[in-house]
C-alpha cells in the first residue's frame, strides 16, 4: 500500500469545542481520516503565548482532557488517527529554536493575528513567544512532515510563513520537509446565537457540543432573529439570519427549512415555531455525540491512554524528522545526544 499523505491540524486548548467548531473544522477532519493520515495536536504550549499565568496552565489540564473528548465524541478515531498534546513532544522546542534562524522579526510583525491577539489580550507590547506563534506552528507541522493543513482563513497568513521557512531550510540544508499545502473549509463560518460574525467563549454567544437537552433549548430560544419582526404576521429576512443558519446547517429535514423560511419570509410563522423546531434538529444532531462524549468521560483511563500512546506515536514520528534534521545541519553533538537518547 502507497503511503497515505499526511495531515496535521488541530486547536489550542482553550476550552469545550463549539458547534461552530464542527462546521468549520470537526466535519471536515472526521472525513479526512478516511484518505489521509492524520495527525491532531493539541496546541497546549500555543496557549501561553497570551496567557502565561498560572492560573491559566492550571486550567490547562482540563481542557486538554475537554478538547481530547470533544475529538473522540465527533468521531475522530484513535485507532486511525493521532491526537497527541504539543509540550509532550520536546523535539518542537528543538526545532522551533532551529526554525526562528530562518525567518526574520519584520516578516513575523506583518503576520495580521500576531497584533490582534496581542489587542485582544490588551498587551501594549508583543511578547518574542507570541511573535513567534507562526514558527512554532510551523514546528509542529514540520515535525510529522505534513502535506496538507486543514485550517480556517485565520490561519492563512501562519500557513504562508511555514512554507516560506520550509523553502529556506531546504534551500539551505537539504530537501527535508515536503512543503505543505493549506486545505481552506470553505464552509461560511457560523455565526454566534446574538447573530455576531463568529461563536466565542468570550461573547457568550456559543453552543457548546457538551451542553446538554435543557441549555441547548434555552440558548436557541432565546437566539437573535430578525430584529424587525416584532410581531410573527410581519415579514422577515432569512438570509444572515443566524437562527436560519443553524437550520440549514443541522436540520436534515430540508422540506422543513424550507417551509419555515417561506412562512417567515410571508409573516405566517412564529419565531418560538422556528425555534422549537431548530432545538429540536440540533438536539437530535448533538445527541450521538453527547453520549460517545458521555461514554469516554466515564472511563478516563481510556483516555488517558488514547493520548499517551498518540504523543508516543508522534515522538517517533518527531525523533526520525530530527535526526534528519541535525544530520542535513552538520550539528554533530546533537545528532549524538539525539542517538544517546534513543533516536
Ligand atoms: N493556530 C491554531 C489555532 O488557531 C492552532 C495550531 C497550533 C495549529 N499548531 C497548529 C493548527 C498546527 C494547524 C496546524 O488555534
Known amino acids: 500500500m502507497a503511503a497515505r499523505r499526511r495531515i496535521l491540524t488541530g486547536d489550542r486548548p482553550t476550552g469545550p469545542l463549539h458547534i ?53 465524541a465527533v468521531g475522530i478515531d484513535p485507532e486511525r488517527s493521532t491526537i497527541f498534546v504539543q509540550s509532550a513532544i520536546p523535539e518542537t522546542f528543538e526545532l522551533n529554536t532551529l526554525l526562528g534562524m530562518l525567518v526574520t522579526v519584520p516578516r513575523l510583525e506583518r503576520v495580521p493575528t500576531v497584533k490582534e491577539m496581542a489587542q485582544h489580550e490588551h498587551l501594549d507590547a508583543l511578547p518574542f513567544g507570541l511573535l513567534g506563534y507562526p514558527v512554532l506552528q510551523a514546528a509542529d507541522i514540520l515535525l510529522p512532515r505534513a502535506d496538507l493543513v486543514p485550517v480556517g482563513k485565520d490561519n492563512e497568513s501562519h500557513l504562508e510563513v511555514t512554507r516560506e521557512i520550509c523553502r529556506r531550510f531546504n534551500k539551505l540544508y537539504g530537501p527535508i520537509f515536503p512543503e505543505p499545502g493549506t486545505l481552506l473549509g470553505d464552509v461560511p463560518s457560523l455565526l454566534g446565537t446574538d447573530g455576531q460574525a463568529k461563536m466565542s467563549k468570550s461573547l457568550d454567544n456559543t453552543i457548546y457540543l457538551a451542553d446538554d437537552t435543557a441549555t441547548v433549548q434555552r440558548r436557541v430560544m432565546g437566539m437573535y432573529t430578525d430584529p424587525k419582526r416584532v410581531r410573527a404576521d410581519i415579514p422577515g429576512t432569512v438570509e444572515g439570519n443566524p437562527v436560519f443558519q443553524y437550520h440549514d446547517a443541522f436540520n436534515p429535514d430540508a422540506a422543513e427549512v424550507a417551509d419555515l423560511k417561506d412562512r417567515y419570509r410571508r409573516g405566517a410563522v412564529g419565531d418560538v415555531e422556528v425555534k422549537r423546531k431548530l432545538a429540536r434538529a440540533l438536539n437530535a444532531f448533538l445527541e450521538p455525540i453527547r453520549e460517545r462524549r458521555a461514554a469516554y468521560a466515564a472511563d478516563p483511563e481510556r483516555i488517558e491512554a488514547i493520548i499517551d500512546a498518540g504523543n508516543a506515536h508522534m515522538r517517533r514520528q518527531a525523533q526520525e524528522t530530527m535526526a534528519q534534521v541535525r544530520a542535513a545541519m552538520g550539528l554533530k553533538f546533537a545528532a549524538a545526544a539525539g542517538a544517546l537518547a534513543g533516536a
Do not use: M, W
Open 20 to 72: 461552530g467548531h464542527y462546521v468549520g473544522s470537526l466535519s471536515n477532519r472526521v472525513q479526512l481520516q478516511d484518505a489521509y493520515e492524520c495527525f491532531f495536536i493539541v496546541a497546549d504550549v500555543h496557549t501561553l503565548t497570551t496567557r502565561p499565568e498560572k492560573h491559566h496552565l492550571d486550567a490547562l489540564h482540563d481542557n486538554i482532557r475537554q478538547v481530547v473528548l470533544d475529538y473522540l
